[in-house]
């Protein structure tokens, strides 16, 4: 039996379903039941009919799935698999800017611990962001964690005045203009697609700025044949899968998350096995997280 069968006959056998993001191994999307980023997957979770979700993924996404499903049981294929921004705020620091400002929401973004949920008002992804912010009847927005996501949105909506926190992924802000010159120097006819967590200065050489979601569906309708792409490189997988006849090359640099690629087939055979990465939320952390979820699905549904 194939290492791919064997997962095939496990998941069968507990009543399983398995989430991917787009960041993770080939192989490993190649073998999930839903693929995307973390708005389709928060969104997809709430309606699985399976008692087990393997979440392919990092950690705040196995919290988030497990506190949108508390009567399913979530494992991590790797419980070790985190994401550093996720814990780039301060709950003291929350507490502070609601105290300095009488009429504000703190948006959080869905890349986030639990913890910081708890404290927040209204969660949101990079693919809802900016229509979520719009919807919000407060006048301030303290966004946590991601800078570089805050200050993008808050671009789009200068009627609003944005409270910064200090934030970033590595992987998108080590993406720097440099990097897109030279790029755009080997593929003169290549569009730049690049992710909201870069660098304003990044922003603004790009010709299509979106979530990992929008990029994708941005290249794919594209008449453009040639593309460079200013994201995690997992993401390459489903772009070639959907454009065989398209080119897309790398931003360069080390485009690479390293917490993400921790989740091998091996991991997911061995947690459906074993029942091990079992994702525990305590009853009040879950209640209190729950709520900015629940807000960010009903906003975006707007």
Do not use: W
């Amino acid at each position: 039996m194939t290492l791919v069968e064997e997962i095939e006959k496990l998941k069968k056998e507990k009543n399983a379903v398995i989430l991917a993001h787009y960041y993770v191994n080939d192989d490993v999307q190649a073998i999930a039941d839903y693929i995307g980023d973390s708005y389709y997957l928060a969104k997809v979770a709430v309606d699985l009919k399976e008692s087990t979700i393997v979440f392919a993924g990092v950690s705040f996404m196995g919290e988030s799935a497990k506190i949108l499903n508390p009567d399913k049981t979530v494992l991590m294929p790797d419980i070790t698999a985190d994401c550093p921004m996720a814990h780039m705020a301060d709950v003291e620091r929350i507490r502070k800017v609601r105290e300095e400002y009488e009429d504000v929401a703190v948006a959080c973004y869905i890349n986030s611990t639990a913890e910081l949920k708890m404290h927040s008002d209204v969660c949101v992804t990079s693919a809802n962001a900016l229509k979520i912010v719009k919807e919000l009847p407060n006048k301030n927005i303290y966004f946590i964690p991601d800078e570089n996501l805050g200050r993008y949105i808050a671009e789009k909506v200068p009627e609003k005045n944005f409270i910064f926190n200090d934030g970033f992924c590595h992987v998108h802000k080590n993406i720097t203009t440099d990097m897109i010159k030279h790029a755009k120097k080997r593929h003169p006819e290549a569009e730049v697609l690049v992710h909201p967590e870069c660098t304003l200065d990044v922003l603004e050489m790009a010709d299509y700025i979106g979530s990992t979601s929008g990029i994708i569906e941005h290249a794919t309708s594209s008449d453009k044949k040639e593309f460079i792409i200013g994201t995690e490189l997992g993401v390459l997988y489903q772009l070639e899968q959907k454009n065989p006849d398209k080119l897309f090359y790398s931003a360069g640099g080390a485009q690479i998350c390293p917490n993400m690629k921790k989740v091998t087939l091996e991991k997911i055979r061995d947690c459906l096995r074993d029942g091990s990465g079992v994702v525990e939320v305590d009853d009040d952390k879950r209640e209190r997280s729950l709520k900015p979820l629940k807000k960010m699905l009903e906003l975006a549904a707007v």
